[in-house]
């Protein structure tokens, strides 16, 4: 059965030792990772590593492509202590923009 593509994911990770996943301000962000999900046979949602970054912008726009050529939902778990704010588009923890 092919795998069928439910979510793009963007994560901030800290290298140190081994890789780990930040989820708050405690750890140190040392790059960020694009993640694709899918849907394996038996219902799990397993993750595939796409690309690592050392900054969030790159990472963001490949993560937001993905989402939008795949028509599936961008979950940024950044948190959102630790997302920089740009000048024109605030990168919102969750949320893709979408045209209207």
């Not at 989820?23 to 690309?51: H, I, K, N, P």
Request: glycine fraction near 4%; charged fraction near 20%; aromatic fraction near 8%.
């Amino acid at each position: 059965m092919p795998k069928q593509p439910i979510a793009v994911e963007l994560e901030a990770i800290n290298r140190e030792g081994y890789t780990q996943v930040v989820r708050d301000s405690g750890l140190t962000v040392q790059g960020y990772s694009v993640y694709l999900r899918a849907m394996e046979a038996g219902e799990l949602a397993l993750a595939t590593w796409v690309a690592d970054y050392d900054t969030i912008c790159p990472a963001y726009e490949l993560a937001e492509r993905l989402s939008l050529a795949l028509a599936i939902p961008l979950n940024v778990l950044v948190p959102e202590s630790l997302m920089p704010v740009k000048s024109e588009t605030a990168f919102t923890a969750g949320a893709i923009p979408t045209a209207t």
